[in-house]
């Protein structure tokens, strides 16, 4: 493995892009005045976040995390964020074993 300055500088980079993102987050929350639709938008980022994180990887990798992903969509609707979790893993996991 060789050491590229380029990509340490990229991921350095990064780094710092997103620590300062989460926290200008943190200074700039008692500082907005969010209200109606505005802070129904915000209220949104989260779940958009992980969706558009756990759908492509849930999509393309084959048809037992697909069918788990959409069990744990379902499970999550109806019951807490621990129960869901747990429903997610034992859920790929059957499905891997059933699958082949």
Do not use: C, W
Not at 28 to 38: I, K, N, V
Not at 71 to 88: D, Q
């Amino acid at each position: 493995m060789s050491f590229d300055p380029h990509t340490v500088a990229a991921i350095l980079t990064m780094a710092l892009v997103t620590y300062a993102t989460r926290v200008a987050g943190i200074f700039l929350d008692g500082r907005l005045a969010l209200t109606g639709r505005t802070k129904a938008a915000f209220d949104a980022i989260p779940a958009a976040v992980l969706v558009s994180v756990i759908a492509p990887v849930a999509l393309a990798t084959g048809p037992a995390e697909t069918i788990a992903a959409g069990v744990t969509v379902v499970s999550a609707t109806r019951m807490p964020l621990l129960v869901t979790i747990v429903v997610g893993v034992v859920s790929v996991v059957l499905l891997r074993m059933m699958m082949g």
